[in-house]
């Protein structure tokens, strides 16, 4: 029951598309990333997303159109919906999914990360 900073967790990684798990609830995980550059297509046929941006701001691309996502406001992206976050500049985020969430989904690349770090 310890409150957690985003800001001084944010400072503990540089990596991007690189998930840390900071907290859970009720199965979910709460996880902090840095997003910079182009992620891949992918979908989770299972679990929602939620997107929350704490700094900067990322464009998510759907098939049919673009979303852009600003400091302090989340977008949800529904169980099924292909996607793939763009970010111009380093934007923070941190996102609420089921554990079980894979970050690259239904898509296996260099980017898929089977174990997160906690801090």
């Known amino acids: 029951m310890e409150k957690v900073n985003l800001g001084q967790k944010f400072q503990l990684f540089t990596e991007h598309w690189s998930p840390k798990i900071v907290g859970e609830l ?4 709460v996880k902090l990333a840095k997003l910079k ?6 979908k989770h046929d299972h679990e929602d997303e939620l997107f929350f941006v704490v700094k900067g701001n990322f464009k998510m691309e759907y098939r049919d159109r673009t979303v852009i996502v600003n400091e302090n406001e989340f977008l949800i992206v529904p169980k099924g919906v292909e996607h793939k976050p763009v970010a111009d500049k380093e934007v923070w985020v941190m996102l ?11 898509t296996e690349n260099e980017l898929t990360k089977h174990i997160l770090d906690r801090i």
């Open 26 to 29: 009720n199965g979910q995980h």
């Open 37 to 42: 550059g182009e992620f891949v297509w992918h």
């Open 96 to 106: 609420f999914e089921p554990a079980t969430t894979l970050n690259t989904g239904d």
